[in-house]
């Protein structure tokens, strides 16, 4: 195949699936990976595409730099986000250690909490309080407070984590995508994930439909990862075996 024609192929996959992995592009064109790469990084300098970690997504793909303050997320898709919390509170089981992200889709899951004799440590400050009111045994990490998203970061509250070995994760996310996996704009904040990822047994992503082909500027964990919670999958996830749907 001549390089321009591979070119076209390449742009062609790119800008139908929004995002492709360099493993899916050397099957679907027989190429080698490293002529996959030299072509993603040619485009990715033309400007036809973003060359990510592991593949490329399309121009077009929503990328988010800033978080969004709290109290204007909230409402944002609402009934989709109490879906998707309700069902991740019915995964809670009795003798678990909850880590619990910050997040307006988390934010929901104690209003549906069943099990109340589950252990939790979260970053969220709201959430922290709505769980003591429950009744429910609640950990806040210490650490540096981030006012936009309620959420405590920061090396100090990494360290704490470290210590700590969940049965199950539950963490909001700005962006997912196959390639770039669970993103997020903030670095103090893709750092607290990545590690309490990788301190938990099963790592739940809660997503509405919309976080879908979006992309934000830092990766907290792999797209295989991690099992994604959703109201609704999109035609292109349809064959993925992590996604669940809330019902």
Known sequence: MLTEQRYEKILDLVNEKKSVTVKEMTELLESS???IRRDLTVLHK???LVKVFGGAVAIDMEYRTKDEEVNRREDENK???EQIARFAASLIRADDFVFLDAGTTTAWIPDFLIEKSAVFVTNGI???KKLARL???VHLLGGEYKSSTEAIVGDEAVEQLRRYHFTKGFFGTNGIGKTAGYTTPDIREASLKRCAAQQSRETYILG???KFNRMS???FCDFYDATVITEEILPEFARCSN???AE
Do not use: C, N, Q
């Open 243 to 245: 996604i669940l749907k």
């Open 217 to 219: 500027a830092v990766s």
């Open 79 to 81: 009934e989709a986000k």
């Open 126 to 128: 709201a959430h922290a």
């Open 208 to 210: 509405d439909s919309k």
């Open 46 to 48: 033309k400007g036809r």
């Open 33 to 35: 990976e490293s002529t």
């Open 135 to 137: 009744g429910v045994e």
